[in-house]
């Protein structure tokens, strides 16, 4: 009898050892939500199978059962202050492999908490960082840690060596000490303080301030300056454009009229001669004296006839001169 019980004792071992444990179990926990995780050899039979369970100090539960996934999900089914003990074994035609366990887990304690959101908003020269909790699995973050705290490191862009930081438990808070028109990086953590915990770092954000309203004496006076020698060049160029367009204009276009006259004599067709309008002159009266010798008295009547004949040609020039004159003044003006 001792050698059948000896002998079955053999067998079962042997079929114990023929399906190998699950290997690397380990509980992954992040935001809250808990998962069961591990590995098995590949080159281990195709049809092989896992059941997972978790034991706390009320019950155990089997969560997963023959199934070939090699991880487990007990987010729905673990409280956040409860304490679990998982584990997992594999099965293979009716027959299964040892438990293998985990060390005792709680996801309050044990979870690991993401990085927190940040949104910057810059005006007149202040810089307002909001911060966004993290997002939970399971409840939130303010209901599971009453004390939260969010470390914040911010530092001028480029000058990663010189951070400043601060710790705030408020969700928005301005940055302090600030220069306007400058790029500013931000970077926070979630810190809990029950369990001296930091969470993980979020990505960086960066942001440029803008103007604070305080404008330098200097600056003023450059931009005066600028500004009336600009003023100035603009209400010259104006004038001196202005001047230049009226005289073009008024090359084109002149306002000066010719007289009626003028037009008149331009659209009729020219006489056959020009005459010259002159200022009538005052005729003279005189007497003519002529002085004369006895001896000459001979050669004047003999020349008294042509004498005569000279002065009637003087007076009929004179009279035609003054019929000119007469007809010019008779002209239309």
């Known amino acids: 009898m001792a050698f059948a019980l000896l002998s079955g004792l053999c067998a079962l071992s042997v079929v114990l050892a023929v399906i190998p444990d699950p290997a690397n179990v380990t509980v992954v926990s992040y935001n809250l939500g808990v998962v069961l995780e591990w590995d098995y050899p590949h080159e281990w039979?195709?049809?092989?199978?896992?059941?997972?369970?978790s034991s706390s100090y009320k019950a155990n539960k089997i969560v997963c059962a023959n199934q070939t996934e090699r991880r487990c999900d007990f987010t729905k089914d673990v409280h956040h202050f409860g304490t679990y003990v998982f584990k997992v074994?594999?099965?293979?035609?009716?027959?299964?492999?040892?438990?293998?366990?985990t060390s005792d887990f709680s996801a309050d304690k044990h979870t690991i908490i993401g990085p927190p959101g940040i949104t910057l908003y810059s005006k007149d020269g202040d810089m307002e960082v909001e911060l966004q909790d993290p997002v939970m699995r399971a409840s939130t973050l303010r209901e599971v840690y009453s004390m939260v705290t969010y470390n914040i490191t911010f530092w001028k862009e480029g000058q990663e060596e010189e951070k400043i930081k601060k710790n705030t438990e408020q969700t928005r808070l301005m940055l302090p000490n600030l220069q306007p028109w400058t790029n500013y990086c931000v970077q926070a953590q979630v810190y809990i303080n029950a369990y001296t915990r930091n969470g993980e770092l979020s990505k960086v954000v960066c942001k440029a301030t803008t103007s604070n309203g305080n404008v330098e004496p200097g600056v003023v006076a450059v931009v005066l300056v600028v500004s009336f020698l600009v003023t100035s060049t603009c209400i010259l160029l104006t004038f001196f454009t202005g001047r230049v367009v009226y005289r073009g204009l008024r090359f084109f276009y002149p306002n000066a009229k010719l007289p009626e006259h003028f037009k008149q004599y331009l659209i009729e067709p020219p006489?056959?001669?020009f005459f010259v309008k002159s200022i009538p002159q005052v005729k003279e009266q005189f007497d003519p004296?002529?002085?004369v010798s006895e001896d000459a008295v001979e050669r004047t009547?003999?020349?008294?006839?042509p004498r005569e004949t000279?002065?009637?040609?003087?007076?009929e020039s004179a009279k035609d001169k003054i019929e000119m004159e007469k007809d010019l003044l008779l002209l239309p003006a």
Not at 310 to 315: D, I, R, S, Y
């Open 289 to 291: 004296i002529v002085i």
């Open 45 to 53: 039979h195709e049809n092989v199978t896992f059941t997972a369970s």
């Open 310 to 315: 000279e002065e009637q040609n003087v007076e």
């Open 89 to 101: 074994r594999a099965e293979l035609q009716g027959e299964a492999s040892r438990w293998v366990n």
């Open 301 to 305: 009547d003999a020349t008294e006839e």
């Open 271 to 273: 006489p056959s001669s």
